[in-house]
Each structure stands twice: as structure tokens, then as C-alpha cells.
């Protein structure tokens, strides 16, 4: 059974718009979040992260929100733009030290100008 | 990243032929991950590394091992290859403490088993 979801397997979005990707995790031991970008033929990227202390951390256009209560957190992309077309991850752990993530199954963003 | 280096970038083998994949850093870094990426499965760790000869499984070993005789290789080895082993496998690498910022991916080395 997968620890963290993503039940969203594709998206499309237009060019200057909000991009909403969701992942969902059943694991309440869970502390630490990171979102990851990849494009194709290439090696997953950090993109941003966020601690069970706070529920929502920005950087740029990218804006992470956790609802522990809900199991929840959401990656926020304003304004969407062609090159955040790629596909994106949600990992989580319960590690302080920041090991052993699990990873979900990816969302594919397409942002179409 | 400059830092870890994959190879082979893409190999194609037989069923039954064994198989070793290499994962090179630059970074010192203590701890090194095997993944395998799947469709609809994401990134399943498959072994890691906490330090030289210092192993242990992940979530789908079965089939598979490895080996850290240097903190900067990590090897990972399909001992007899099987058509479920076609994937595309990612090493990354992260340093103690990294929680905010997670691991450093490899650009991965896509395996077909025929």
C-alpha cells in the first residue's frame, strides 16, 4: 500500500495560470516534505520543502501548503510557465536526519502557452 | 549534477545475464541511495548506503545487491536479470543532516532486460 499519493497522474494548465498539485500521505509519523521536478532523461531536481512546524513555505513562484490534520499538502506554481512542464514528486519522511524518504508516483504537469 | 556520475547511461541485456550498475561521487557525501522508477510507482528505493560496507535494504531488494568498498562508489548488481528489471534507476546521494533539501539525483541509467 503506498505510504504517499499522488492521485493526479497528469495536469494541464495554461501559461500564467495556478498550478495545483496535490499529494496525500497515510503515514502520521511523516515530518519532513520535499517537492521534486524531473524532466525527461534526467535525474530528479529539488524544488522545495516544508517541516510538520509550519504549514506553508514559499520560495518564488513555488509555494508548498501541509494540512497535517488532513494528511495533506499541495504545491502551488504562480504564474505557471512552459518550462515547469515536467513531471513532479512528493516525498516524506519521519527522519530527522533526513533520510529514507518515500516517494510518490509523480504528477505530469504540461503547462501550454 | 557534476557531483555523482552514472554509468552505464543505458544498457540492454538478457534474461539471466548479470548486471552492474555504477554510481560515482565527487561530493564525500556519507549516505547513497539505489532507486528504480517505474511508471505509476515513482521512485522505490531498492538499497542504500550509510557509510563504507555499511548497507542495508530497501523497500524492493529482492533481485538485487550492492556494495560500498569507497564512500565515493556505490555498486548496485542484478545477479540474473529478469524482464521485471527493465527500469530506469536513479543513485543519488545526500550528506548528514539534509532534511531540508534531500538527496542529490544521478541523471539514472535506463536498463532493458530482453
Known amino acids: 500500500d503506498q505510504q504517499v499519493k499522488q492521485n493526479s497522474p497528469s495536469l494541464s494548465v495554461q501559461e500564467g495560470r495556478i498550478s495545483i498539485l496535490n499529494c496525500d500521505y497515510t503515514?502520521?509519523?511523516?515530518?519532513?516534505f520535499l517537492w521534486y521536478k524531473k524532466y525527461p532523461a534526467e535525474g530528479p531536481t529539488f524544488l522545495i520543502s516544508i517541516s510538520s512546524i509550519k504549514d506553508k513555505n514559499e520560495d518564488g513562484r513555488f509555494t508548498v501548503f501541509l494540512n497535517k490534520s488532513a494528511k495533506h499538502l499541495s504545491l502551488h506554481i504562480v504564474p505557471s510557465q512552459p518550462g515547469d512542464s515536467a513531471v513532479y514528486f512528493c516525498a516524506a519522511s519521519d527522519d530527522n536526519y533526513g533520510q529514507n524518504f518515500v516517494f510518490g508516483p509523480g504528477t505530469r504537469l504540461s503547462v501550454l502557452p | 549534477d557534476a557531483g555523482i556520475t552514472q554509468s552505464p547511461r543505458h544498457k540492454v541485456t538478457e534474461t539471466g545475464t548479470p548486471v552492474t550498475l555504477r554510481c560515482h561521487q565527487t561530493?564525500?557525501?556519507?549516505?547513497m541511495y539505489w532507486y528504480r522508477q517505474d511508471p505509476g510507482h515513482g521512485l522505490r528505493l531498492i538499497h542504500y548506503?550509510?557509510?563504507?560496507?555499511?548497507?542495508d535494504k530497501g523497500e524492493v531488494s529482492d533481485g538485487y545487491s550492492v556494495s560500498r568498498s569507497k564512500t565515493e562508489d556505490f555498486l548496485l548488481t542484478l545477479e540474473s536479470a529478469t524482464s521485471s528489471q527493465t527500469s530506469v534507476y536513479f543513485c543519488a546521494i545526500s550528506e548528514y543532516g539534509t532534511v531540508n533539501y534531500g538527496y542529490t539525483f544521478g541523471s539514472g541509467t535506463r536498463l532493458t532486460v530482453v
Open positions: 561530493e564525500n557525501h556519507r549516505y
Open positions: 503515514n502520521s509519523m511523516f515530518d519532513y
Open positions: 548506503s550509510y557509510g563504507v560496507k555499511d548497507t
